[in-house]
């Protein structure tokens, strides 16, 4: 019995088997509010068979999207919007899930094919907030550092955006707190230099996350499982590290996170990833195998067998695929035959089901 395709329980949600999309940015928002694009893309991964369907990156205040055209869950006008694409993913019996982020001082980017840096304020940018006035990169804006008062209305917007996230019918919820956004630049060393409760040491520079957290979770219903995305890593000298991601992820547990999905990087521009299938695994084993939660893996995995092997191995009890789902967004369901595995394809797909693959 291929393992993929076993159900997964967090807490009183089941998720109908072990393939998660990854979130993927699609740059293709109006003012944050969901297009057609949404509910064609989400709907269509759903209906391929992934169990569950995260939404991209998904910002929590305006000033924290990577870019103009990221989805956004400030208002309600945006929760409505999306629920148009929620309904579809659970009438696939597939489970909606968001990420909800805030991309600090990685801010203020125009979408990948449209140029690189920093927006200028004449054409759209604007000036990001950080944990310390430090840029991510040469030429790009100078962030603010954010105040007492600042990090509060972070914490808020998380809890606002959950709120939200509920009305609209997810079941789901992961904290973005990977790839160098805002979450991760306050746990990492080299992007938090605060001298305040919010910085110095591991607990200082985990507090805002932590206080996020257990924020969502306090509105985030009882039967519905908590994810958090980390980097594992900073792959750099000094930086934020597998063994602080471990001791974190023990804290997360005790707020009652349910998974964490290692990822790993994204902190600074230049570092040195030794990139391979897989390559980021052995995170979530060791997280998983330490912490006492379930993980995701994430990461150039493409391959069925693969997949199947991670968890068969005990590394994970999700997986979650990117760009693979990108190339072939019916991907669960071909994986599904290569292991022998019995999944109906939808009703209407049905006769090509009978075929070969
Ligand atoms: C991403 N990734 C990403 N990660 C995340 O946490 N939030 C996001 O919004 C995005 N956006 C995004 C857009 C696109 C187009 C790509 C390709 C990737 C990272 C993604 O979720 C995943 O972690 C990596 O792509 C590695 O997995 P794959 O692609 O090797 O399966």
Redesign the pocket.
Known sequence: MSRLFQPLALRGLTLPNRIAV????QYQAVNGVAQDWHLVHLGGLAQGGAGLVLT??TAVVPEGRISPDDLGLWNDAQAEALGRSVRFIASQGAVPGI?LAHAGRKASNPAPWKGSGSLPAGMGGWVPVAPSALPFDAGWTAPTALDEAGIAGVIQAFVDAAHRALAAGFQVVEV?A??GYLLHQFLSPLSNHREDGYGGGFEGRTRLLREVVAAVRDVWPGRLPLFV?LSATDWVEGGWNLDQSVALAKALSDLGVDLVDC?SGGLVPRADIPLGPGYQVPFAARIRAEAGLATGA????TDPEQAEAILAQGSADLV?????LLRDPRWPLRAAQALKAEVPWPASYARAARGSV
């Open positions: 990854s979130p993927m940015c991209e990156a990420q973005h990977a790839h995305r990822s994430v990461g150039l995995i979650l695929l990117g760009r693979e």
